[in-house]
C-alpha cells in the first residue's frame, strides 16, 4: 500500500488530538511512560475502532491480542484525555498545497496556537546555516517576516529537526511574529508557525 499526503490529512480529519504532549501541551515522554505509554494509547486507538486489531505483528499475535492485558495508571487523563474532550477535534498535522507546495507541504499545528500569518517580507535562505546566522545577527524582523530555508532536504545531509531549531522562530522574541517554510524535515520537538517537507524539494525542482 502506497501512502500519500493526502492519507494523512483524510486520517487526521477522523482522529481527534488526545495527548497532552509537549511541545504544544504541557507533559513529556517520562510523563506518558508512568501512566502506560504507548500500550495505552493504542488500547484508546483500538476500542474506539481507530485501528485494525485484527492485524498481525512481529510478536506473532494480532494487535488486539498483544493489548488485551493492558490497562492504563493512575493519572493518566491529564495525559491522555478522553475522546468527548479532545485537545483538537483534529489531527496535530495539517497537509498544505499550493504555488510553494504544489505537491503537499506539512504544517504541525498542534505545536502552534498560530492559524493565521499575514505581512511581513519573505526571507530566503539556501542553507539552514545561513538563515541561523541571519536569526543571530538580528536580521529578521519581528513583525512577521516569513523565513524560507531550501536545499535542506534530498541534496543535504542534516539530522531531521535541524531546521526548525535553528529557524527564525527560534530566535529571541520571535516565536509568535516569525513563519518558516523549508523543504527540510521536523523534529517533535519543533513549535511556532512552521510550514516544513515541501514538495518538491528544491534539491529535486529548483526554482
Excluded: C, W
Excluded at 56 to 62: A, E
Excluded at 101 to 115: D, F, Q, R
Amino acid at each position: 500500500m502506497n501512502l500519500t499526503l493526502d492519507d494523512f490529512e483524510e486520517i487526521g480529519r477522523k482522529v481527534p488530538e488526545i495527548v497532552n504532549m509537549k511541545p504544544g501541551g504541557e507533559f513529556a515522554m517520562a510523563d506518558f511512560d508512568q501512566v502506560g505509554g504507548v500500550p495505552v494509547l493504542m488500547k484508546k486507538l483500538l476500542d474506539r475502532g481507530f485501528i485494525d486489531g485484527d492485524a498481525l505483528t512481529v510478536t506473532g499475535k494480532t494487535v488486539k491480542e498483544n493489548l488485551r492485558d493492558v490497562r492504563p495508571r493512575a493519572g493518566v487523563e491529564r495525559i491522555i484525555v478522553d475522546f468527548s474532550r479532545p485537545r483538537y477535534p483534529s489531527g496535530g498535522i495539517k497537509i498544505l498545497k499550493g504555488t510553494l507546495a504544489p505537491e503537499g507541504a506539512v504544517v504541525k499545528v498542534a505545536a502552534s496556537s498560530i492559524t493565521r500569518h499575514r505581512g511581513g517580507r519573505a526571507r530566503v535562505f539556501d542553507s539552514e546555516d545561513e538563515a541561523f546566522r541571519a536569526v543571530m545577527e538580528r536580521k529578521i524582523e519581528s513583525g512577521g517576516d516569513v523565513v524560507v530555508i531550501r536545499y535542506e532536504a534530498q541534496g543535504r545531509a542534516r539530522d531531521e529537526g535541524d531546521a526548525g531549531r535553528h529557524s527564525g522562530n527560534s530566535g529571541p522574541g520571535l516565536g509568535d511574529t516569525v513563519a518558516l517554510v523549508t523543504d527540510g524535515r521536523f523534529s517533535g520537538a519543533t513549535r511556532g508557525m512552521m510550514v516544513g517537507h515541501v514538495a518538491p524539494e528544491a534539491f529535486v525542482a529548483p526554482p
